[in-house]
C-alpha cells in the first residue's frame, strides 16, 4: 500500500489488482484507491506450492482480462514472479497502456543460467516501457547478463519515509525497560536465520552478554532455538514480534546492530534490506556484511563497520562488536548518523515523486498489479 498511498498523495487515480493467500475474491474502495481482489478456482484443488503451471494460467488470464478492461494508462507489475503473465500481455502489447515491471527482487539464478528462462525475461525487459530496479548494483549484474536490453532504466530503493526519518524519540517498551533492569542492548532486527548468519552474531555477542543484553524483533528461528536454548546465556535474549509501526521503539534504544545477508544468490548479495534504513536513518549503528549496497550506505554515512565478509566468520564479527563497546568508538558512529541529514537524502518521498514524474511526464492513472 506504499505505492497506493504515495500515489494518492500525488494526486494520481490509482487502483490495486491482487491475489491474497486467502483466496477471497472482493472490490473495496478505500479513499480513492479502488483494491480489486481475484481468487483462483486451481487453489482450490491443489496445495500451497502445487499445481503452480495451473494457478499461474489462470492468474494470467484473469489479470490480462482486467488490464484490458481498466481506463488506466500506465500498468505496474510489483513482483519478480509475473513471468508468464507479463509474456502473454506483451505479445499482443495494449498501445494505449504503459507496462513497468517493478523488478523488487532479482530472478532466480535457475532462470538466468537456463536459455530458454533466459530467453522468456530478455523478452520481457525489451518489450516493457520501464524496468524499475531496488538498487543501482542490482540493476547492473542484471542488465550484465545480457547484451541489449532497449527498456528504460529506473531505481526505486527501500528508503523509509520522512515522517518516520524525522519523528521523535520513541519511549522503551516498559516491559523491555523492566527485562533490562538498566543494561543496554544490541537489536537484531527481523528474521533469526542461518541465511542472516545469526549464529555467527550470538557467537560473537556470548562473551558481552555479562555487560549487555541481546534483543530480537521478529521469529526466532525453530532450527536456531533449539541450538541455543540450552545456552546460559539464553536468558539474557529477549524475543518478541511487534506490529511494524511499534518497531521503532525498540531500534531508538538500542546500543548497536548487525545487517548480514549470506552470500548464497545475487539477489542476496545485492541486496537492499529495509532494517538497515530503518536503523541507520534512527541513529543506531551496524555492523554490516560486505554486500555491495550495505558497504556504500554505511561508508557514506560513517555509521558503523563494514567486515570482509557477509558475517560468516565469527572472528570479523567479534572484533567489530568489540569496537562498538567501546564508548568512545560507539560515540563517534552516532555523533556521524546525528549530523547526516537522512530526510534529504534518503527519504522515500522525494524518490518517488521522482519516478512518478520520469515515469508518466503528466497527471495519470496508475494501475498497481
Given at each position: 500500500m506504499k505505492w497506493i498511498d504515495s500515489l494518492d498523495?500525488?494526486?494520481?487515480?490509482?487502483?490495486?489488482?491482487i491475489l491474497e493467500d486467502n483466496n477471497l475474491r472482493g472490490t473495496e474502495t478505500n479513499n480513492t484507491i479502488k483494491i480489486t481482489r481475484t481468487s483462483l478456482w486451481w487453489r482450490r484443488i491443489f496445495s500451497k506450492r502445487k499445481g503452480y503451471l495451473f494457478k499461474a494460467c489462470e492468474f494470467a488470464v484473469k489479470s490480462i482480462r482486467h488490464i484490458k478492461n481498466s481506463n488506466a494508462d500506465t500498468i505496474i507489475f510489483h513482483d519478480v514472479q509475473h513471468y508468464l503473465t507479463l509474456t502473454l500481455l506483451l505479445f499482443n502489447k495494449p498501445k494505449n497502456k504503459r507496462i513497468i515491471w517493478d523488478l523488487h527482487e532479482l530472478p532466480h539464478k535457475f532462470l538466468l543460467n537456463n536459455c530458454l528462462t533466459k530467453q522468456v525475461i530478455a523478452f520481457i525487459l525489451n518489450r516493457v516501457n520501464g524496468v524499475i530496479y531496488t538498487n543501482e548494483h542490482r540493476k547492473d549484474f542484471l542488465l550484465s547478463k545480457f547484451k541489449e536490453i532497449r527498456s528504460k532504466r529506473y531505481v526505486l530503493h527501500n528508503y523509509p519515509s520522512k515522517s518516520y526519518i524525522?519523528?521523535?524519540?520513541?519511549?522503551?517498551?516498559?516491559d523491555l525497560s523492566d527485562w533490562l533492569?538498566?543494561?543496554?542492548?544490541?537489536?537484531?532486527?527481523?528474521?533469526?536465520?542461518?541465511k542472516r548468519n545469526f549464529l555467527t552474531f550470538y557467537q560473537a555477542l556470548k562473551p558481552h552478554l555479562n555487560e549487555i543484553r541481546l534483543v530480537i524483533i521478529g521469529r526466532l528461528h525453530k532450527d536456531i532455538k533449539e541450538q541455543i536454548c540450552t545456552d546460559p546465556e539464553y536468558e539474557f535474549i529477549y524475543n518478541k514480534f511487534v506490529r511494524h509501526d511499534e518497531i521503532v521503539r525498540?531500534?531508538?534504544?538500542?546500543?548497536?546492530?548487525?545487517?548480514?545477508?549470506?552470500?548464497t544468490s545475487p539477489n542476496n548479495f545485492y541486496c537492499e534490506p529495509n532494517r538497515l534504513y530503518q536503523l541507520l536513518t534512527r541513529g543506531v549503528p551496524v555492523v554490516g556484511g560486505n554486500n555491495p549496497q550495505i558497504i556504500t550506505l554505511v561508508r557514506k554515512c560513517n555509521g558503523g563497520i563494514i567486515l570482509s565478509d557477509d558475517g560468516t566468520?565469527?572472528?570479523?564479527?567479534?572484533?567489530?562488536?568489540?569496537?562498538?563497546?567501546?564508548?568512545?568508538?560507539?560515540?563517534?558512529?552516532?555523533?556521524?548518523?546525528?549530523?547526516?541529514?537522512?530526510s534529504k537524502l534518503y527519504a522515500w518521498e522525494e524518490e518517488f515523486k521522482s519516478l512518478i514524474k520520469a515515469l508518466s511526464g503528466r497527471e495519470g492513472s496508475?494501475?498497481?498489479h
Amino acid at each position: 500500500m506504499k505505492w497506493i498511498d504515495s500515489l494518492d498523495e500525488m494526486g494520481h487515480t490509482s487502483e490495486l489488482f491482487i491475489l491474497e493467500d486467502n483466496n477471497l475474491r472482493g472490490t473495496e474502495t478505500n479513499n480513492t484507491i479502488k483494491i480489486t481482489r481475484t481468487s483462483l478456482w486451481w487453489r482450490r484443488i491443489f496445495s500451497k506450492r502445487k499445481g503452480y503451471l495451473f494457478k499461474a494460467c489462470e492468474f494470467a488470464v484473469k489479470s490480462i482480462r482486467h488490464i484490458k478492461n481498466s481506463n488506466a494508462d500506465t500498468i505496474i507489475f510489483h513482483d519478480v514472479q509475473h513471468y508468464l503473465t507479463l509474456t502473454l500481455l506483451l505479445f499482443n502489447k495494449p498501445k494505449n497502456k504503459r507496462i513497468i515491471w517493478d523488478l523488487h527482487e532479482l530472478p532466480h539464478k535457475f532462470l538466468l543460467n537456463n536459455c530458454l528462462t533466459k530467453q522468456v525475461i530478455a523478452f520481457i525487459l525489451n518489450r516493457v516501457n520501464g524496468v524499475i530496479y531496488t538498487n543501482e548494483h542490482r540493476k547492473d549484474f542484471l542488465l550484465s547478463k545480457f547484451k541489449e536490453i532497449r527498456s528504460k532504466r529506473y531505481v526505486l530503493h527501500n528508503y523509509p519515509s520522512k515522517s518516520y526519518i524525522t519523528a521523535d524519540r520513541n519511549e522503551i517498551p516498559p516491559d523491555l525497560s523492566d527485562w533490562l533492569a538498566g543494561r543496554s542492548y544490541a537489536l537484531w532486527l527481523g528474521m533469526a536465520s542461518t541465511k542472516r548468519n545469526f549464529l555467527t552474531f550470538y557467537q560473537a555477542l556470548k562473551p558481552h552478554l555479562n555487560e549487555i543484553r541481546l534483543v530480537i524483533i521478529g521469529r526466532l528461528h525453530k532450527d536456531i532455538k533449539e541450538q541455543i536454548c540450552t545456552d546460559p546465556e539464553y536468558e539474557f535474549i529477549y524475543n518478541k514480534f511487534v506490529r511494524h509501526d511499534e518497531i521503532v521503539r525498540y531500534i531508538d534504544h538500542a546500543r548497536f546492530s548487525a545487517v548480514f545477508y549470506k552470500n548464497t544468490s545475487p539477489n542476496n548479495f545485492y541486496c537492499e534490506p529495509n532494517r538497515l534504513y530503518q536503523l541507520l536513518t534512527r541513529g543506531v549503528p551496524v555492523v554490516g556484511g560486505n554486500n555491495p549496497q550495505i558497504i556504500t550506505l554505511v561508508r557514506k554515512c560513517n555509521g558503523g563497520i563494514i567486515l570482509s565478509d557477509d558475517g560468516t566468520e565469527v572472528a570479523g564479527v567479534k572484533g567489530a562488536i568489540a569496537t562498538l563497546m567501546d564508548e568512545h568508538n560507539l560515540c563517534v558512529y552516532r555523533s556521524s548518523l546525528q549530523r547526516f541529514d537522512f530526510s534529504k537524502l534518503y527519504a522515500w518521498e522525494e524518490e518517488f515523486k521522482s519516478l512518478i514524474k520520469a515515469l508518466s511526464g503528466r497527471e495519470g492513472s496508475v494501475k498497481k498489479h
